[in-house]
């Protein structure tokens, strides 16, 4: 059988496939996390890691704390901003009305009309 594959259904570098072949798994402990809509989550962290304080809702996506009667406020959401919007935060009218006055001085030079 020249033409046979020896090692047909598995892949160069597989996993061993049972955990008593891998080690011994890490001990983990399980944290609880509600979020607003009364949804508990409990994920598991290694023992030795620290928790985070917030931890995402996967059924509604809403941020969840460990405190069931006080669960973090959902994230606002922002309305559109153009960047006109932008600029008009950080310029007043003044300043924008100089910087117009500065780039059509500027354009008039460069044709020649002043």
């Avoid at 300043?95 to 044709?111: K, M, P, S, W, Y």
Wanted: net charge neutral.
């Amino acid at each position: 059988m020249a033409g046979t594959n020896a090692i047909r259904g598995s892949r160069v570098g597989a996993a061993p496939m049972r955990w008593t072949e891998r080690g011994e798994p890490a001990p983990r402990r399980r944290v609880s996390y509600w979020c607003a809509n009364g949804h508990e989550t409990r994920p598991a962290f290694a023992m030795e890691a620290q928790q985070p304080p917030i931890w995402d809702c996967p059924r509604c996506g809403m941020p969840g704390g460990q405190d069931p009667e006080n669960p973090p406020d959902p994230p606002g959401n922002e309305p559109y901003k153009s960047h006109l919007a932008y600029v008009k935060e950080r310029r007043s009218d003044a300043d924008g009305a100089e910087i117009l006055a500065e780039a059509l001085t500027r354009l008039r030079q460069v044709r020649g009309e002043i």
